[in-house]
């Protein structure tokens, strides 16, 4: 086919009832040598046909000049920026587009980025997570098991939009090897006595009242951030969990967004100890807006600086290490205080299911696999408890 003849489509997806974007296809005539059609497909995000038809328009321009890149000629790294531009940014949150970055910046592209696309091979592949294991391309130490997962998942999702495309027949990442690490994978967790002793040292504290969210609600980082003033009913003594605040993509100002999913939104009833706190938060913050005045942020959020302001996620960790280091506390990650509380309800006999809808886990098999560790202490209780009644020797 003449490059002039050059013809296309636009094709609303799923269907023209219910439209979510536009696929976009380029006919590029039939190969001479297997007589099938030749197609280049771009996925649109838009229900706009008129826009599509215009990308349909740009593209076809692009082909007939020779600026755009045949399926054939792509190599890795030119196709994980096409994905990363018409997929990731556009329907991932900030978090994600940032991970999703750092893998292919720091390993995919270093390892795989000048291989054309359609030459990519599955023992290649196998050979450098092979090599991972034992020394990264990103430093002398090797890489675990779980990132070596974790970067084949982002790799096998952006090779699986290359087949939907049709620029590869298969994704060659399928049923990679990885193996398992050795290492014992419990969680670095606070004991009783250790919360006791956070929550004494900062009594008193602007650390005061996360401290008590973060053990009494079990909340991850983002929800404590994106906890507001209107998500706390004072009088039934509830907290509604509906926000988390993350990192916005430039990670200069955190975006609030939804919780991922519905096991996420939950409320739940609070201790009088916490709801005390929350009161004397929400008339400090009242005090300070009219300390500020007009420079006040008025953010809403009940962990929020002095002005009024968010706090980026970043930095409260850092203020959460320093607190810590202050009061000469054995340091964890501040996730780890998640993680203290599921496993101190749990050791108290809590019911699994209670202990599920708090941490805002849809599934009580993740509760269950995540905190495994909790369950090794309670089988030696049982086993005291056999061995002192029903099985004494005399």
């Known amino acids: 086919m003449k490059k002039s003849k050059i013809s296309g489509s636009v094709r609303p997806r799923p269907n023209a009832d219910n439209i979510n974007y536009y696929d976009v296809v380029l006919e590029l005539g039939r190969d001479p040598l297997t007589g099938k059609r030749k197609r280049v497909h771009y996925h649109v995000d838009t229900t706009d046909r008129e826009e599509a038809e215009n990308i349909l328009i740009m593209k076809r321009a692009e082909y007939l000049s020779g600026e755009m890149l045949m399926p054939s000629d792509k190599t890795v790294s030119s196709y994980l920026d096409e994905y990363m531009r018409d997929y990731v940014r556009i329907q991932s949150s900030p978090a994600t587009v940032r991970d999703y970055e750092g893998v292919v910046e720091r390993y995919l592209k270093p390892m795989f980025g000048k291989i054309k696309l359609q030459n990519l091979q599955k023992t290649h592949i196998q050979q450098v997570y092979n090599q991972w294991r034992n020394k990264s391309n990103a430093s002398d130490k090797p890489l675990k098991a779980t990132t070596v997962k974790h970067i084949n998942r982002v790799f096998k999702a952006s090779l699986n939009v290359a087949v939907e495309l049709e620029y590869i027949k298969k994704n060659p990442t399928n049923h990679i090897k990885i193996g398992r690490d050795m290492e014992d994978k419990d969680f670095d967790v606070y004991?009783?006595?250790?919360?006791?002793?956070?929550?004494?040292?900062?009594?008193?504290?602007?650390?005061?009242?996360?401290?008590?969210l973060l053990f009494d609600c079990v909340m991850r980082r983002g929800e404590l951030l994106g906890l507001r003033f209107q998500d706390i009913d004072f009088e039934n003594k509830t907290i509604s969990i509906r926000h988390s605040l993350v990192e916005s993509v430039d990670s200069k100002c955190p975006v609030l967004k939804d919780c991922k999913t519905d096991g996420s939104n939950r409320t739940m009833v609070v201790s009088d100890y916490t709801i005390k706190l929350l009161k004397q938060q929400k008339l400090r913050y009242n005090m300070n807006r009219m300390k500020y005045g007009k420079d006040f942020g008025n953010s809403n959020m009940v962990i929020s600086k002095e002005d009024g302001n968010y706090f980026l996620p970043k930095s409260f960790t850092a203020k959460w290490a320093k607190t810590l280091k202050k009061y000469g506390l054995r340091h964890i990650k501040l996730h780890g205080t998640r993680h203290s509380a599921i496993s101190f309800l749990l050791s108290q006999g809590v019911p699994l299911h209670i202990v599920q809808k708090r941490a805002g886990h849809q599934d009580p098999k993740i509760t269950l696999s995540v905190y495994s560790h909790v369950a090794k202490d309670d089988e030696r209780v049982v086993a005291d408890k056999l061995e002192s009644t029903i099985f004494p020797f005399p």
């Open 191 to 212: 004991t009783v006595e250790e919360i006791k002793k956070l929550k004494q040292a900062v009594r008193g504290t602007d650390m005061e009242l996360p401290v008590a």
